[in-house]
């Protein structure tokens, strides 16, 4: 049952060499890698009902029946803050001991899938934002190897590049307000994780490294006060006079050996995940604002060194132009990239040659009567018809 799940799991992370890309690596790492983690984590964490039990209760030497099990899966468990062999569980006295209560058990599976999918979420609010433009743009050649009308889609890019210069900023900003809600993502989900565990997740993964460097008489393992594998829980039953009797049992959790380790990952990914994130959007306003950086990273991906006249043009491109060229880049062969730079150089020279608008203070509505008109004149929009 679990296999299918597992398999259908492996799509999110398998490589496809025909999608056209319009994200980073980064970007990917989110909503492919971390989310396939959740869900298969959240697949492993629903197996443990059909390959075990998920809770098992003592009631002193002897199993406890069924409905205490029940009863304590739903209602949860808790522990106390005592030490030595019993640690965690022993006698509960109110005035000397402190109760921690943990009901998370019965929400990690549900959790984790809710994980997965706000991970996922960035990534189709930017799909939706993009709406193929760059697959629309590529024409499928990014797909053929040998096409015959390879020419005439690169005479389209170039043509749609020219048309739209300076009409594309929306494209960057988009894409670096997704790159930022990546962030916001993991980051909120860190501190989500922290209330779901009770305040321990924070330093969940700095617990576990000093306890593997602590001394053995002064280790406290932090996997086992997180995720504890033997609890405590109180049943009420009356008894054959109707008075309420308290059954205080003991439970073992078999399903927090594979919590403990779930989260230990996620906890040393999410720091990972975190640090590469805030890099990358580092880097991203460097790119954004440095146009000697633009043409370096064009050139890089064309495998050529730039002409002057391509140099230019790369440097008076507008941001949103230079993302979706960058886009285009990222799909298409290094020599039908070369030949989209080479015909985009050829149309920004064409754009530089059309004359542009009198700035407001050159413009003037009258000539002295001395003075020639060079400004040039239109034909009126209506003629005169008055007799």
């Not at 929400?107 to 193929?132: N, R, T």
């Amino acid at each position: 049952m679990v296999l299918p799940v597992l398999v259908a799991l492996g799509g999110l992370v398998k490589v496809r060499y025909s999608h056209t890309l319009v994200d980073s690596q980064i970007f990917r790492l989110h909503y492919r890698w971390t989310s396939a983690f959740c869900f298969i984590s959240c697949a492993l964490v629903t197996a443990t009902s059909y390959v075990g039990e998920t809770i098992q209760c003592l009631e002193g030497q002897r199993d406890a029946p069924k409905p205490i099990n029940t009863y304590c899966w739903i209602s949860s468990t808790f522990t106390i803050n005592s030490t030595g062999l019993a640690a965690g569980v022993g006698l509960y006295d109110p005035r000397y001991h402190q109760k921690r209560v943990h009901a998370y058990y019965q929400w990690v599976a549900s959790v984790l899938f809710l994980q997965g999918c706000l991970f996922y979420l960035p990534h189709m609010i930017w799909k939706f934002y993009e709406g193929k433009q760059v697959d629309h743009l590529l024409q499928d050649l990014n797909k053929n190897l040998f096409d015959d009308d390879a020419e005439k889609k690169k005479t389209n890019i170039v043509s749609y590049l020219k048309l739209s210069s300076g009409l594309n900023i929306h494209y960057s900003v988009g894409y670096f307000l997704c790159e930022a809600l990546n962030l916001v993502n993991v980051v909120g989900q860190m501190f989500l994780m922290d209330a779901f565990l009770g305040g321990f997740f924070m330093k969940y993964g700095s617990k576990a490294i000093s306890f593997l460097a602590a001394d053995d008489a002064k280790r406290n393992d932090a996997l086992l006060e997180t995720f504890p594998r033997i609890t405590k829980c109180i049943f009420h039953t009356f008894g054959a006079s109707g008075a309420i009797q308290k059954k205080d049992v003991l439970c073992v959790l078999p399903q927090n050996i594979i919590n403990e380790k779930i989260f230990l990952v996620m906890w040393f990914w999410f720091i990972i995940l975190t640090i590469l994130t805030i890099l990358q959007l580092a880097w991203r306003l460097v790119v954004f604002y440095s146009p000697s950086l633009r043409i370096r990273l064009l050139e890089h991906r064309a495998l050529m060194n730039f002409s002057p006249r391509t140099e230019h043009a790369v440097r008076r491109m507008h941001l949103g132009d230079y993302c979706l060229l960058d886009g285009i880049g990222r799909n298409l062969g290094t020599l039908n990239f070369k030949a989209v730079l080479q015909g985009y150089t050829e149309a920004s020279e064409e754009i530089d040659d059309v004359p542009s608008a009198p700035s407001l203070g050159a413009y003037r509505t009258f000539t002295t009567p001395n003075e020639p008109d060079t400004l040039p004149r239109k034909r009126p929009l209506y003629q005169d018809t008055t007799l």
